[in-house]
Structure formats: structure tokens, C-alpha cells
């Protein structure tokens, strides 16, 4: 069958199931008190209070956004009726944004009432806002959605709602695993700000591919399209949200009008006297590496002396604190000024996967042969394919967008379909000890050894690819020439230099 067939098929069970990201309740006929809309949202902005030490809060700026004068709400400036009706037609959105009294419940819960956690959530969108833009101007989603992760998590990566739904964009479980998210007791990719993002973004088009209304996208977005679909048909066909609010669940019928407020507050918090208290790292000053094997957090945080709960803040992924073992390499997300720290450890944090030694060999299961595990360095060409960003492509293949730019010349992160890209990374390979070049190897470092030369310099394999040449090998290796691997390798013509062949190459430490 086709793929648009596939998509339709889709496109009609998400409407009328009603899979929904975040909590869908059943319409009921009750009072819709200020309480009533305001508890979920407030809920999830409390829940930044247990994110104290990771953000590291700034006790002035607390002040200055009024969290000393929290019960004199007069205290701070208020508007006209007005005022903010012109303010809000002024923020230009192909979503419909509209003033009325709904929102301007809102507007006092984010502005007045808890000003001063919405000082720190606008702290951590330096944090998350720049993915957000990169990952809906790619897919074609209107930029404004990305206040939409305030009113579902208060960008906190680990919060979790009432029944269940997790991460930032607060997917439930079936609907991640219908977008793709891996979920099992270690990790959550509901909590990949990556990931998640993507996936949202997905969700969004879809819908709105039925709707084409944003605003009924970002009610089926809290209700699911089984409720919205509901709703239109109680209403008497009518398409427009504030025309069906009234059929809606009643969770959803403030969630619409707590994304608008969001969006004022967000762009008129000067106006309103609130500052963000920024979080200790922002998007641009962290990056990704690989982890080859599974190793607790508690380990890599003392090894790199980073506090713990500012690397398991960074990487909300990993449930139990440990990266599992996987059959390819995990990642880890770190502060820049540690990624140096975490190569220099790294050696010593997986000491088993680098034993060189024959005592610290271990014998083939299947055979008498004693072998060990070696890193071998691996040079692919990567075509980059549409919804491809560097995060994304960094993150597949265990290296940094900064080692991408550099292996490739680039000077921002733009790239595009079709665009073929170097890329470096890790292969963890079984090296039978008693093979020639690994035994040569070895009595050639115990030489150095006793004879007290060369202590620092360590033996490592590299795996001839296609297009290989001895000069850009060497460059791969602080400190290494080409005619250092010739003589290693007894090297005599360069032309032979076949992929597949395992060159010696001695590096430091």
C-alpha cells in the first residue's frame, strides 16, 4: 500500500481516538472557577522549586522580580483592558491571538501571582528557546508554539503531571511510542529535549492537517482530536475554539487561554518588571559526547568535578541515574568547559573497555584465543537528510556539533538536504591478542617501558577507510605525522594503503 495511505489511516485513528500529549479528561458540566483553570498550570510552575540548585538563582534578581513582595500584588504595575488588547494584536502570529477575560486570568497568574517562578522559567527558556526555534522553523511550525512548552512543563525536562504524562512537551507514554520515543526503566526519551521537540513538532503538523485552525491544534494538543472532534460536533459544527470552548474538557478550556497569556508575558515582561534569572548554563554553552558503555552519573560528575545534580539536570534522559549499556554508544550532554575534563577521564572511567594488558584480556567464548576491546577511530561520509539539524546528526553518531563544524569547515549550522558531511566517531571492535601486530605492539611498549622510554605515549588501532590517506589519519591525532606512521608501519608505499588495514598509531597518555 502507499504511504499516503499509511498517513491517511493515521491521520483518522489520532481523530478519532483522541490520542492526546498531555491530560485528556472527560467533558463535564461543572463550575469553571479561576481555581479550576488555574491549579494545573500553577502546579507545574511550582514544580520549578525543586530545580533550586540546578539554576543556581540569583538572590537579587529574586528581589527585583518581586519574590520578597509576593503578598502585595498591587505593588506591581497593572493595564488597562486596553493596553492589553493593543499589546496582544501586536504580536504577529499566524495563530489567533485574542484578549478576553479568560486570558486575562492568565495573564494575572503569570505576571502577578507567580511573577517571580516566571522570572526563572524565562531563565531556562536561554536553555531550550534555541533548539525550540531551530526545530519548528525547520518543520514549518509557527514559532510561537514554543511558549506552549511553559504552559505544559514550566520547561522543567523531569515534570511529570498527574497521570502520567512526562518531559517538556509532556507526552504521554503511547503517544511518545507512536512518535518514536524509546522508553524503558533507564532512559525517557520524553525527556530528550531533542528528541521531544521533534516529535511535538510532528504532532502539531499532523494536526493541523486536520484542523487547520493552531489554536484547535493546541486543544487537541491537551484533549486529544477524539475530544475536540466532540466538541465541534456538540457545537453544531463549528470550528472555532472559543465557539466550542464550552464542550471542551474542562482542563482544556483554560489551557488555550494560558497559552495566549504565556505569549504577552513573554514578550511584555519588561513592561511588567520581570528579569529572568538565568539557569547556569545556556543552549550555546553546552554540547554532546559519546559514552561507551554504561557507567553511573555519580561517577562521571566526581571524575569531571561537576555537580551532580547539574549533570543529571542536563541529562533528564537517564531515569536512573546511569547510562545503560547499549549495543551503540549513548551520549551525554555537558557543560563545554568539561568535555576536555570528560576525555581526559574517560580512559579511567571505562578502564575495563581499555585494558591493554594480557592480564586484563578475556577469553573467547567460542575459542581458546584470549582477546580485548579496542576504540578504533572511523571516518564515514554522512548525506544529510530533510528534518537533519547538527544537534540531531552530533547526537546519532556519539561526537559534538563543534567537532562537525570543525571536520567539515563550517562556520554556522546550517546545512541541507543532500549535503555530504565527514563525520569521526568511536567503533568498539574485539582485538584477538595473539595476532601479530597487537602481540608486536605490546613488546614494543614493554621495550619502552623498561627501558624508561616513550612511558607516555599509548598504542592505539585505526581502521583504513575509503579515501583514507596517511596525511588526514595523522591529523586525527594530536601529535601524530605521517612519517611517524609510516615507520610504525613499516609503511614503504603509500599506494598500498588498503580500507580495512589496521594502522598502529602511537598517541599520548
Known amino acids: 500500500m502507499s504511504k499516503l495511505f499509511y498517513y491517511v489511516f493515521f491521520c483518522v485513528f489520532l481523530a478519532f481516538f483522541g490520542i492526546s500529549i498531555s491530560d485528556a479528561q472527560e467533558t463535564t458540566d461543572v463550575d469553571s472557577s479561576a481555581k479550576s483553570y488555574i491549579d494545573p498550570v500553577s502546579d507545574m510552575l511550582d514544580s520549578l522549586v525543586t530545580l533550586n540548585n540546578v539554576i543556581r538563582y540569583n538572590k537579587i534578581l529574586d528581589e527585583l522580580n ?38 486575562s486570568r492568565y495573564i494575572d497568574l503569570y505576571a502577578y501571582k507567580r511573577r517571580g517562578l516566571m522570572s526563572r522559567v524565562m531563565g531556562l527558556s536561554q ?11 525547520r518543520e514549518r511550525v509557527p514559532l510561537e508554539l514554543k511558549y506552549l512548552a511553559i504552559v505544559e512543563s514550566a520547561l522543567n525536562p523531569t515534570a511529570v503531571s498527574r497521570v502520567g504524562a512526562t518531559g517538556l512537551w509532556q507526552f504521554m507514554y503511547n503517544t511518545g511510542k507512536i512518535y518514536d520515543l524509546k522508553i524503558n526503566s533507564y532512559y525517557d526519551e520524553r525527556r530528550d529535549p531533542v528528541k521531544s521537540t521533534y516529535a511535538a513538532s510532528r504532532y502539531f503538523n499532523d494536526m493541523y492537517k486536520i484542523y487547520g485552525d493552531w489554536l484547535l491544534v493546541i486543544a487537541a494538543y491537551n484533549c486529544g482530536a477524539g475530544n475536540v472532534n466532540k466538541a465541534i460536533r456538540r457545537s453544531g459544527g463549528k470550528t472555532d475554539f472559543w465557539e466550542i470552548r464550552r464542550y471542551l474538557p474542562r482542563e482544556t478550556r483554560g489551557y488555550v487561554p494560558a497559552f495566549i497569556a504565556v505569549c504577552y508575558v513573554m514578550n ?59 549495543q551503540n554508544e549513548a551520549h551525554l550532554r555537558l557543560p563545554v568547559q568539561k568535555i576536555s575534563d570528560y576525555i581526559d577521564a574517560e580512559r579511567k572511567l571505562f578502564a575495563p573497555m581499555y585494558a591493554d594488558s ?12 584470549p582477546f580485548t576491546y579496542d576504540y578504533q577511530r572511523v571516518k564515514k561520509r554522512y548525506k544529510v537528510r530533510s528534518g537533519d539539524n547538527l544537534s540531531v546528526i552530533a547526537s546519532r553518531h556519539g561526537c559534538s556539533t563543534s567537532s562537525i563544524k570543525k571536520w567539515n569547515g563550517l562556520k554556522s549550522n546550517m546545512i541541507y538536504p543532500g549535503q555530504r558531511l ?88
Open 66 to 103: 518581586g519574590e520578597e513582595l509576593k503578598d502585595q500584588p498591587q505593588a506591581y504595575p497593572h493595564f488597562s483592558e486596553q493596553v492589553y488588547r493593543k499589546r496582544i494584536s501586536k504580536i504577529h502570529s499566524p495563530i489567533n491571538l485574542t484578549y478576553n477575560e479568560e486570558v
Open 127 to 137: 536553555l531550550y528557546f534555541p533548539l525550540f526555534e531551530e526545530t519548528f522553523d
Open 268 to 326: 511584555y515582561s519588561t513592561e511588567h518588571y520581570i528579569f529572568p534569572v538565568a539557569p547556569a548554563y545556556n543552549y550555546f554553552e553546552v554540547d554532546t559526547v559519546s559514552v561507551p558503555s554504561g557507567i553511573s552519573l555519580h561517577k562521571i560528575s566526581k571524575a569531571i568535578d561537576l555537580p551532580l545534580d547539574v549533570l543529571t539536570y542536563l541529562n533528564p534522559v537517564y531515569k536512573r541515574g546511569v547510562v545503560p549499556a547499549t
Open 358 to 369: 594480557e592480564s586484563d584480556s578475556i577469553t573467547d567464548p567460542n575459542g581458546e584465543r
Open 422 to 509: 565527514t563525520i569521526y566517531s568511536s567503533q568498539k571492535v574485539k582485538v584477538y591478542l595473539d595476532e601479530p601486530s597487537v602481540a608486536s605492539a605490546k613488546a614494543e611498549e614493554k621495550k619502552a617501558n623498561s627501558s624508561g622510554r616513550d612511558v607516555q605515549l599509548k598504542t592505539v588501532y585505526h581502521l583504513v577507510q575509503k579515501g583514507d590517506t596517511l596525511w588526514n589519519i595523522a591529523r586525527q591525532y594530536d601529535g601524530v605525522t605521517v612519517e611517524q606512521l609510516k615507520e610504525l608501519n613499516q609503511i614503504t608505499n603509500i599506494k598500498a594503503l588498503k580500507p580495512g588495514t589496521r594502522l598502529k598509531v602511537k598517541v599520548n597518555g
